[in-house]
């Protein structure tokens, strides 16, 4: 449904493809950060941050149990059907999906920016 928002063309098998990426794990988390709960004197990015680093440590505690597991994300989560299904409220922000279960087959090597592209030290002009 969320697909079909998007892009009323969508072939059958663009969304046969988009149906089955909810089924590729055993389990599916969605991330949910509600900027109108906690306290107000922590900062919305803050709190999506801090949010973030519980998702690793489960993504390292799957790991550690012998499983695999993969964050997802995308236009989906905002599209109004998706967040209907979810229930959300105009303050609950979905932020990524995170699958979790025996890995059956592992994606080819993706080359990564050198540190170097992405950081800078303070003061450094360069």
Request: proline letters at 5%; one cysteine or more.
């Amino acid at each position: 449904a969320a697909l079909l928002e998007r892009d009323p063309s969508a072939s059958p098998d663009q969304l046969a493809q988009a149906r089955d990426k909810a089924l590729r794990a055993p389990l599916l988390m969605v991330l949910i950060v509600d900027e109108a709960k906690g306290s107000a004197e922590i900062d919305l990015l803050e709190r999506v941050l801090s949010a973030g680093c519980a998702v690793q440590n489960v993504m390292l505690l799957a790991q550690a149990m012998g499983y695999g597991s993969g964050l997802t994300s995308g236009k989906a989560l905002k599209a109004a059907s998706f967040r209907a299904g979810l229930g959300l409220n105009p303050s609950e922000h979905a932020i990524c999906c995170l699958s979790v279960g025996t890995v059956s087959s592992r994606k080819p090597f993706k080359a990564r920016p050198e540190v170097a592209q992405f950081t800078r030290v303070w003061g450094d002009s360069t």
